[in-house]
């Protein structure tokens, strides 16, 4: 099921709706207000997954001790 991202024009709420089949704009409400007038926003796409067959793995980027290297990693 696509996801999309909406900001509510009457009270600027952030929500997701989930559309089964098409979309229908009509079928969207602002769950805090009500209203039915919205912008569907730019969702962002997901990362692409490392493969297992990489060497790089966290150990390898943030130390062998498995500490923290400040987020280089992605793990935080």
């Given at each position: 099921m696509?996801?999309?991202d909406y900001r509510c024009e009457q009270c600027g709420s952030l929500y997701d709706v989930y559309h089964k089949v098409r979309e229908v704009a009509e079928d969207?409400?602002?769950p805090d207000c009500g209203s039915h007038e919205?912008?569907?926003l730019m969702s962002v796409p997901a990362a692409a997954a490392v493969s297992s067959s990489?060497?790089?793995t966290a150990a390898d980027s943030c130390g062998m001790d498995g500490?923290?290297?400040g987020g280089a990693c992605s793990v935080n």
């Open positions: 696509p996801v999309y969207v409400l602002c919205h912008k569907k990489s060497s790089n500490g923290c290297c």
